[in-house]
């Protein structure tokens, strides 16, 4: 049987083929067109092998061009009629004769009954070799001689040096010439340029140009002097179509930071490459799992991912979508993130610089300073509806945050937790948050957050109280701060190489300062205390601006500034509040009114320059300036001092002036008898409230013929659990029954009841009824129901004066009682009458009248009285 070299090469050229695509599809060599030689063949080559010839070699030409060229050393024709080939070469040139492809082989048998040629051991081919430089040299690199440094085609010979030649290694390669199908079982081998590749099975289409690989594909090497790999369950090259299909495929980038063990890798269950008409793939499309892997272990997870690269294979940009998860499991760093979809750009080289993240953005991330228990930890958390990432490369190629730009109900989470216990948090939200990041260490910490509108920042103290405010705007500044500083290099524990500065594990970002800006906000919830039945009431303030001091832990409030805490609200123009203890001080036009929201009681209410607030003690200090004191009033009475000091709590007050040997710089007014004549004010008007009173005050003008008590001293200590108010340093009190100066004064006020009368005395004492405030209780409020005065008492009454060492006043009967020592009885001087001295005087208000008491001892011990009327003529 004989066998015509035309089948031969034709046989030689499918198989070829095959082994050419294949590795086009992985390496990007898409010029190779080998089975368009096989219809370029001519029908007859004109040469007739019989039984044995040796040294066979036909090359074809065309308009002076050599296409091919086949060489056989021996062709043996078998006594079962199929041929067996030997030391086989097949030469192919381009069309452009710019490349020179070689395939070759051993031994080959060809069935002409059955249409099949099987090569019997290996089968090589290189692809790319340098071209001959004449018809001479073609001849004799088909025959398999030495040229240019390829060196022979015997077995164990076929390396190159030249890097742009491709060599394929494949046995038990079928050709079926009646299906136009080239097959094999076996592995396929490849390598070019420091790239190997390999494949168990493979077959061929002559018809489609489409070739399948069954199984374990693999493609590893060097990319960008990196280690690279490449596998897959199965491949589909479509080389008409430009597009490959991988099954289950992974690529793996192995870095220097991995230690040789697997780096960043990208896999999916299904994956189509868009290819160049050069073979390099220009647009990948993935589903089924989608997953990249970070060097750390990190991993991205989608249903779906695109993505697109340039002619360098540098990826350009990628999309993830279907509902994207990010995990990271690491030693030392915890993190979880989850968005709808994912956009990433890149630069030339392949960096990611920018990402955006949409649909209900969620990302979370916590570190250790080591994998100690007892080590503090800090964590970040991140939701919005878009975010909006800026990356950077720093010079070893790691990825940097930079810029974080999150919209749509974006919040901000921060939480350090201390060694000791306790933890610390940082809230902020807006309808945008930019936060600006930097590099220290080996990690990204926050610098600055900006926020537009509808901004929000909470804290809360590592002792559970908790600070909000919200604003229009709002602008934040982070300090890392490391944990465990001054750490020397070493093992950290887990296997983890511990880094040589003060931020291993990624140290902590802590809030420094914030200012937020119109509209603003703020409350304060204090811990509740042991032993309170009550839970703490929420403190509440409003401004223009609100600056928070992370260092001293403090807030000032400019601009309109409002308090209120249920009992007490607050204005002014500054004020600045300690977040820890809730104490504060206010500047500029103070106002408080004290008093449960819905009493029907009058608030106290206080005007002064400034105030400093103690939280826990509810104690208040007020301060005036000169020519304007602090005033505290509460209905017709008041109290103006340049120091005020109300204990809210226990209700009680201190007045006094600046420094020691202060004048009488405290001045009183006070009810001596009447209804009550407050005026009708709203708790937010106190300055109409002052004028108001100080009407009442001056005209003395009230319901029931109200009396008003002015008292000047140098200080003033009032209790309205007592119902009594302590002027000393020298007191004057000021009456519509006269002035009374004197060392010491205490008023005592009635115990009022709304509704009551009180009746003492009869009508020759010139006593009235007195009706009673309806103000019980009020702070200051309620008549006078008497005075105790001592030392030094003067008192001057319209047409007489006294004096004497102690006074006592009665408002119920209108009764003065006078009293003095052995040296210093009391006396009244009268214009008309002269003067009265006694042990004790009696005298009324309004009433000329004066009873003289004189006490003393006889020998038997009785006590003589003798009264002396003393009544002035009509």
Same mark, same amino acid.
């Given at each position: ?455 929000? $920042?909470? %804290?809360?103290?590592? @002792? +559970?109280? *908790?600070?909000? &405010?919200? #604003?229009? !705007?709002?602008?934040?500044?982070? =300090? ?71 260092? $001293?832990? %403090?807030?000032?409030? @400019? +601009?309109? *500034?409002?308090? &209120?805490? #249920?009992? !007490?609200?607050?204005?002014?123009? =500054? ?85 020691? #040997? ?207 009327r003393v009544k002035n003529r009509q």
């Amino acid at each position: 049987m004989s066998i015509s070299v035309e089948r031969l090469r034709i046989w030689l050229l499918v198989g070829a083929g095959l082994l050419v695509v294949v590795i086009a599809a992985f390496l990007g060599y898409a010029h190779y067109r080998a089975h368009r030689f096989l219809t370029d063949l001519p029908k007859k080559l004109g040469i007739d092998i019989r039984r044995e010839t040796n040294n066979v070699t036909y090359s074809q030409s065309v308009q002076g061009r050599t296409i091919y060229t086949i060489h056989a050393a021996k062709a043996v024709e078998r006594q079962d009629g199929k041929m067996t080939l030997h030391d086989v070469g097949i030469v192919l040139y381009g069309r452009k004769q710019d490349r020179t492809d070689r395939i070759y082989g051993s031994e080959f048998e060809y069935d002409q009954t059955a249409g099949v040629v099987r090569a019997e051991g290996e089968v090589h081919i290189d692809l790319q070799a340098p071209q001959a430089s004449d018809a001479n040299a073609k001849n004799d690199y088909a025959a398999g001689k030495d040229l240019q440094g390829l060196g022979s085609h015997a077995a164990g010979e076929h390396e190159t040096k030249d890097d742009r030649l491709i060599h394929v290694t494949t046995s038990g390669l079928v050709f079926l010439q009646k299906l136009g199908v080239a097959a094999t079982d076996k592995d396929i081998e490849f390598a070019s340029g420091g790239m190997t590749g390999h494949a168990v099975g493979a077959d061929y289409n002559s018809d489609t140009g489409v070739v399948v690989l069954h199984s374990a594909v693999r493609v590893n090497g060097l990319q960008h002097d990196r280690p690279v790999m490449l596998t897959a369950s199965h491949a589909i090259l479509d080389r008409p179509g430009q597009t490959m299909v991988l099954s289950q495929a992974k690529y793996v980038s192995v870095g220097e930071q991995t230690g040789g063990g697997e780096g960043r890798t990208a896999a999916a269950q299904h994956v189509v490459v868009h290819l160049r008409s050069d073979g390099t793939a220009e647009r990948v499309e993935a589903d089924g799992e989608v997953t990249l892997t970070g060097a750390a272990g990190g991993s991205l997870v989608a249903p779906r991912g695109e993505a697109v690269f340039n002619a360098q294979n540098q990826p350009q940009s990628a999309v993830m979508s279907g509902g994207v998860k990010y995990v990271a499991d690491e030693p030392l760093r915890q993190a979880q993130g989850a968005a709808g979809e994912a956009h990433m750009a890149f630069d030339k080289k392949g960096h990611p610089e920018h990402a955006v993240m949409t649909g209900a953005v969620h990302l979370r991330e916590r570190l250790w300073a080591s994998d100690a228990a007892t080590e503090p930890w800090n964590e970040r958390e991140l939701n919005a509806g878009t975010v909006d990432l800026a990356l950077a490369a720093d010079s070893a190629g790691k990825t940097l945050l930079r810029d974080v730009k999150a919209t749509g109900d974006a919040r901000l989470k921060a939480e350090n937790a201390a060694a000791k216990g306790g933890t610390t948090r940082s809230e902020m939200s807006g309808d945008v948050l930019t936060a600006h990041f930097v590099r220290i260490g080996d990690a990204d910490h926050i610098a600055e957050v900006h926020g537009d509108g509808h901004t929000a $920042l909470r %804290r809360v103290s590592a @002792t +559970g109280v *908790v600070n909000t &405010s919200s #604003g229009d !705007s709002m602008v934040a500044h982070f =300090r890392p701060v490391p944990n465990g500083a001054g750490r020397e290099s070493g093992t950290t524990g887990k296997g983890q190489q511990g880094k040589n500065d003060s931020f291993g594990g990624g140290g902590k970002d802590e809030l420094t300062d914030a200012v937020e800006q119109a509209h603003v906000v703020v409350t304060r919830l204090p811990v509740r205390k042991p032993g309170d039945a009550a839970a703490p009431t929420e403190e509440r303030a409003t401004a223009e601006r609100a600056a928070y001091d992370g260092e $001293l832990e %403090r807030t000032t409030l @400019t +601009g309109n *500034v409002q308090l &209120s805490n #249920g009992t !007490s609200v607050l204005w002014a123009d =500054r004020v600045v509040t300690e977040q820890q203890t809730g104490d504060a001080t206010a500047n500029g036009s103070v106002k408080v009114s004290y008093g449960q929201v819905g009493s029907p009681q009058e608030p106290v209410h206080v005007l002064a320059a400034n105030a400093d607030l103690k939280h826990d003690s509810q104690i208040a200090t007020f301060h005036g300036v000169t020519g304007k004191p602090a005033r505290l009033w509460q209905g017709a009475s008041q109290v103006d001092a340049p120091v005020l000091q109300f204990d809210q709590k226990e209700r009680r007050l201190l007045a006094h002036g600046e420094g020691q #040997g202060a004048p009488m710089a405290v001045h009183t007014v006070l009810v001596s008898s009447g209804a009550s004549a407050k005026p009708d004010v709203a708790q937010a008007d106190v300055a109409k409230a002052d004028v108001a009173k100080a009407e009442v005050a001056k005209t003395g003008a009230a319901s029931g013929k109200q009396g008003v008590v002015r008292v000047a001293s140098r200080e003033l200590a009032y209790s309205d659990a007592a119902r009594k108010a302590e002027f000393t340093g020298g007191v004057e009190v000021d009456s519509r029954d006269g002035i009374m100066r004197s060392q010491q004064v205490v008023v005592y006020l009635q115990p009022t009841q709304a509704g009551k009368t009180s009746q003492s005395g009869g009508k020759a004492d010139g006593v009235k009824p007195v009706a009673v405030s309806g103000t019980a209780g009020g702070f200051m409020g309620g008549s006078v129901e008497r005075i105790v005065a001592t030392g030094r008492i003067e008192m001057q009454q319209p047409g007489r004066r006294a004096t004497g060492e102690q006074l006592l006043y009665t408002a119920s009967d209108g009764m003065f009682v006078l009293t003095g020592t052995a040296a210093a009885l009391p006396k009244v001087a009268d214009d008309q009458r002269g003067t009265v001295t006694g042990t004790s005087l009696r005298f009324h208000s309004g009433d000329d009248n004066i009873v003289v008491s004189n006490g003393g001892e006889n020998g038997s011990g009785q006590r003589v009285r003798t009264e002396t009327r003393v009544k002035n003529r009509q």
